[in-house]
């Protein structure tokens, strides 16, 4: 089966060919209007996107060396994100399907990345065996889930305010950093000292080493921000231009951490043998480094696609939908759905949607 993935949720216009399971293109194409207001402008991204996507779709399947009428199958972002955004791609993507005559699939995003550790990588490829631990860490997520054999899964944890991914930019701003600042704050974490400041670590997974945790697995990251928010007020310009380095591996250590703890925790209160890391913040390298460390003192395996595949991207799209079909997990056909901004997965089990 081939499949074009079509994904636009946030300020990423992407377009990927899966041919037979195998990824042959995945073209992404970046934003770059939004570096001087610190964040996403809504209606700047859904500009950007109506520019773009033709001719990343167009760049998509010529880097896949076939012609529109050999996809068997279309699927795109229906949210969550950038309602706008989403509209996007969406709407592109059910026209180009129904003028095809061919079926459209509309993925959850977030789903997208919690399944990405099924993306075939390469021909030995390796995927979660059994029941697994889901850490999905964005600029707009933090959640922790249980995915289950079947592919149903129950959301576990989730930020209580910030997710980890707007914790670090919110920060770096206050730096002084470019936008995004997670990966500038990465870089510069690299020749810090991650203990130069204990910034706050909030709802610790104090019990991560008992198999009978019984805290709860949300995380909360907006005391670290009025902490870092309070340390530069005390410190003069020039005191913080010479620790920066310091202060960016100590607020990273700060979120890695309990991210660590908390995933870990999970996986020994429900007794899994395996867990998973996506999202735009599993391209961190503090994360992913103790993450892996972490996992082998406790007899845990680790799966963490690599970074192409870590942040927004068409690949997961198109890969989940190949999945759901395999799965028999694709509803009726149609070519009206509707878009959505914000997930919705409450406790209990959720099917992918």
């Known amino acids: 089966m081939n499949i074009l993935g079509i994904e636009t949720s946030c300020d990423e216009t992407s377009a990927a060919v899966l041919l037979d399971g195998r990824v042959v293109s995945n073209v992404i194409s970046s934003q770059r209007c939004h570096a001087g207001f610190g964040g996403v402008v809504p ?35 229906a949210g969550p994100g950038l309602i706008g955004a989403v509209m996007v791609g969406l709407c592109f993507a059910e026209g180009m399907a129904l003028a095809l005559c ?18 075939p990588e390469s021909a030995d490829h ?26 149903s899964y129950e959301v576990i944890g989730r930020t ?20 995004p600042a997670g990966p500038v704050i990465d870089r510069l974490a690299a020749d810090g000292d991650p203990h130069f400041h204990a910034f706050p670590k909030a709802l610790t997974a104090q019990s991560q080493t008992s ?8 995380f909360s990251f907006s005391g670290l921000k009025t902490s870092v928010l309070t340390w530069l007020q005390k410190h003069p310009a020039e005191f913080v231009a010479a620790h920066l380095n310091d202060v960016a591996a100590s607020i990273q250590h700060a979120i890695v ?13 429900y007794r899994v043998k395996a867990i998973s890391v996506a999202g735009g913040v599993s391209a961190n390298s503090a994360l992913r480094r103790a993450m892996r460390n972490a996992c082998v003192r406790h007899g845990i395996e680790v799966y963490i696609p690599e970074t192409i595949y870590a942040t927004d991207n068409a690949a997961m799209i198109a890969s989940l939908a190949g999945l759901m ?6 509803r009726e056909n149609r070519y009206d759905v509707a878009p959505f901004a914000s997930f919705s997965a409450g406790s ?5 949607t």
């Open 257 to 269: 951490s309990v991210l660590v703890e908390k995933t870990i925790a999970a996986a020994r209160h």
């Open 211 to 218: 198999k009978n945790y019984r805290g709860n697995f949300d």
């Open 348 to 352: 209990g089990k959720a099917s992918l």
């Open 43 to 77: 209606e700047l991204a859904s500009r950007e996107h109506e520019r773009m996507i033709v001719s990343i779709v167009e760049s998509a399947v010529t880097e896949a060396n076939i012609t529109k009428n050999e996809l068997d199958c279309i699927a795109a972002t």
């Open 126 to 151: 390796r995927v979660p065996d059994g029941p697994f631990i889901s850490l999905t860490v964005s600029g707009g997520h933090t959640l922790l889930s249980l995915v289950h054999e079947d592919l």
């Open 160 to 179: 209580l305010d910030d997710a980890a991914g707007e914790a670090f930019d919110k920060t770096g701003k206050m730096l002084g950093l470019s936008y």
């Open 102 to 119: 061919i079926p459209f699939v509309p993925v959850n995003h977030i789903e997208a990345h919690m399944f990405s550790a099924f993306i």
């Open 325 to 330: 079909i395999s799965k028999g997990k694709v």
